[in-house]
């Protein structure tokens, strides 16, 4: 669950096609990068980028958590920013981005965790795991220095994070899952 999220959208007068109008904010999680639309409290200050708390106790620019969103539900104006807004993410969780590389572990014999990540070929993904053997990573900018064949990490984090949250992956690195329609869940 998260604590806190990201504004990426304020609609002051909520939705055109809602029956009942009320403010409302898309969100983006901080921890899970989980995409929320709530409605918000009267008289609060709403502004692109801001982080508000979400948890279930003391809120003060959220009213309540409507639902959970997937990313085609989002607007458009949300989904231009969206990018932004898992940039920050990733460069305010940076340690644990780099941990993920430094802790990388093979998912089967022909696959590796690594594999999954866009623009982490073969050899870069042995450059990778030869030199945290050496030492462990400590930032984006010395896994770039020790293996040039990665221009962006940073990129590559924020590219994944975007095409999970898309529903384009099989396996959910950094985010969880859509919730499958109730046709579809298995019990």
């Not at 109008?21 to 709530?38: D, I, K, S, W």
């Not at 460069?91 to 990540?117: C, G, Q, W, Y």
């Not at 993904?125 to 400590?138: G, I, T, Y």
């Amino acid at each position: 669950m998260e604590d806190y999220a990201w504004v990426i959208e304020y609609l002051p007068a909520g939705h055109a096609r809602a029956i009942k109008r009320e403010p409302t904010v898309q969100l983006l999680g901080t921890r899970f990068f989980t995409l929320l639309e709530a409605t918000v409290q009267p008289n609060a200050s709403i502004v692109l980028g801001q982080k508000v708390y979400v948890g279930k106790e003391g809120r003060e620019e959220v009213a309540h958590i409507k639902s959970r969103l997937k990313y085609d539900d989002l607007t458009n104006g949300a989904r231009e920013f969206l990018p932004v807004m898992v940039k920050k993410g990733v460069k305010e969780r940076e340690s644990d981005f780099v941990n993920f590389v430094n802790n990388a572990k093979p998912i089967s014999i022909r696959v590796h965790t690594l594999d999954l990540m866009p623009g982490i070929g073969k050899k870069s993904m042995a450059a990778l795991l030869k030199e945290r053997e050496n030492k462990p990573f400590e930032s984006f900018e010395e896994m770039h220095k020790r293996v040039p064949a990665l221009s962006d990490p940073l990129g590559i984090f924020v590219h994944r994070i975007l095409s999970e949250l898309m529903g384009s992956e099989k396996y959910y690195l950094f985010t969880k899952p859509p919730t499958p329609p109730r046709d579809q869940r298995r019990y």
